[in-house]
């Protein structure tokens, strides 16, 4: 398996009136029913029992759609993140782990320090664990004490301290691992490929009849995850991604016929690409994935250019690196080969586009023209800490987590949807993980 596999999660779904429809979380007690439960120790914290009405109601829902036909069903919901009344595990008994995988994303080193404040300050937890090196990790690295006071200070730091990797995953040795270790609440913080992976570790937990939550919390900086508001790192992408846009703006305004080309983070969707061409306002064309485009010809690309050029003298082009790529030449693609979290490799369509401009300058005689490509920013945006929207953002992200396992839940991603946050099944997180566009946000 490259980063995980598809896993076969028993589905649990609740039918109500008017069309309403629960797809549920799986629960410890789906499987070991004789769980005992005890009184959420948040109910005697003083910072939280003085808020009126802090727990859940356990028959809370959040509506995947709000807007809704008077006629109309109800459609699909899901639980409601937060605390509940009753958890699962006394504070002295939870031994829990936290794991990053994949690419590097800001915001990483928040919800790990979030998921280790919120089980020590609101829980009463004192043992957990860092995963170091992505899934690989479970069985062949040493592992982290962490502590508040090794957290501290790590959400200023950009990248995970916790380290990552693509693919290793192993789920009969990561699950022995866990059960060798004593482990019982799993917090794995990755993408698509790394919760696949989560869901075929809770298969094995479940099937193993062990007393172990596998929470994840999802993270893309791509935004593509359809089924949540956002991602976290996202907002943070977009912003720096303002500074190579200005670069290229600077620097094709101050030549003749100037072009500025910037290549910014989108596999299979263009969020960063068309928001941080919204939010700058010198972008002159914005190329996504989700929106097909041609070169010659009526309409194409070229045609824009040179309308662009003659009005103003200069452009700034920003291309996801996801676009374009079924016009790239066969002897430039990459063949179907993928990376190890199985990831199709994408070929460089910055460089190819701007040689594609060069060369149909060189055509037209042109020789004014100038391509300019600002350097590729996406490690310098993978590798910045969260700004304070998605530090925030993570906050909520962990604590919602930590509350989940905490209450029993297993086998669930979280995150914001319709702003409120929600405890979503793996197998409904890894079947929408591909199919978005920017559409869902009212975007052409």
Not at 328 to 340: F, N, P, R
Request: aromatic residues 8%; contains cysteine; hydrophobic residues 35%.
């Amino acid at each position: 398996m490259a980063d995980g596999g598809c896993a076969a999660i028993n589905t649990k779904i609740e039918e109500g009136e008017g069309g309403y429809i629960l797809e549920d979380v799986p629960h410890l007690t789906d499987y070991l029913p004789s769980l005992l439960t005890y009184p959420n120790p948040l109910q005697d914290n003083p910072a939280y029992s003085v808020v009126k009405q802090y727990f859940v109601d356990v028959d809370d829902t959040v509506a995947q759609k709000i807007v809704v036909h008077k006629n109309g069903d109800r459609g699909i919901h899901f639980r409601r993140a937060g605390p509940r009344q009753k958890v699962y595990f006394k504070s002295d008994e939870v031994h829990a782990c936290i794991v990053t995988c994949g690419g590097l994303c800001p915001g990483l080193n928040t919800v790990i320090r979030e998921i280790v404040c919120g089980l020590h300050y609101m829980y009463g937890v004192s043992k957990i664990i860092g995963i170091d090196g992505g899934y690989m990790g479970f069985y062949s690295k040493n592992t982290v004490t962490l502590t508040p006071k090794v957290v501290n200070d790590i959400h200023k730091r950009g990248g995970t301290v916790l380290g990552t990797s693509r693919g290793g995953h192993d789920t009969s040795k990561i699950v022995d691992s866990i059960q060798d270790r004593g482990i019982n609440q799993v917090y794995v913080i990755g993408g698509d490929g790394t919760q696949k992976g989560a869901a075929v570790i809770y298969e094995e937990v479940r099937r193993r009849g062990l007393k172990v939550s596998v929470a994840g919390i999802p993270k893309t900086i791509d935004n593509d995850i359809p089924v949540i508001d956002r991602s976290f790192g996202f907002d943070t992408a977009v912003e720096e991604a303002q500074r190579a846009i200005n670069a290229a703006h600077v620097e094709a305004e101050s030549t003749e016929n100037g072009i500025g080309v910037v290549k910014l983070m989108g596999r299979y969707s263009g969020f960063i690409a068309m928001y941080a061409t919204l939010a700058s306002r010198d972008v002159d064309c914005c190329l996504i994935p989700e929106s097909p485009f041609f070169l010659e010809g009526k309409g194409g690309l070229f045609q824009f250019i040179r309308k662009r050029l003659k009005e103003n003298g200069h452009m700034v082009i920003v291309i996801a690196e996801g676009a374009g790529q079924d016009l790239l030449t066969e002897s430039m693609q990459s063949m179907g080969q993928q990376d190890a979290s199985g990831n199709k490799q994408l070929q460089d369509v910055g460089f190819w586009i701007s040689h594609r401009i060069k060369v149909h300058t060189f055509a037209i005689r042109a020789s004014s023209l100038t391509v300019m490509i600002v350097a590729d920013p996406t490690y310098m945006i993978r590798a910045i800490p969260g700004n304070a929207s998605d530090n925030v953002y993570c906050t909520l992200l962990a604590q919602s987590a930590v509350h989940g396992a905490m209450a029993g839940y297993t086998g669930f991603t979280c995150g914001p949807v319709n702003g409120r946050h929600s405890y979503i099944p793996f197998n409904v997180s890894i079947a929408l993980s591909l199919s978005l566009s920017p559409s869902r946000i009212g975007m052409k």
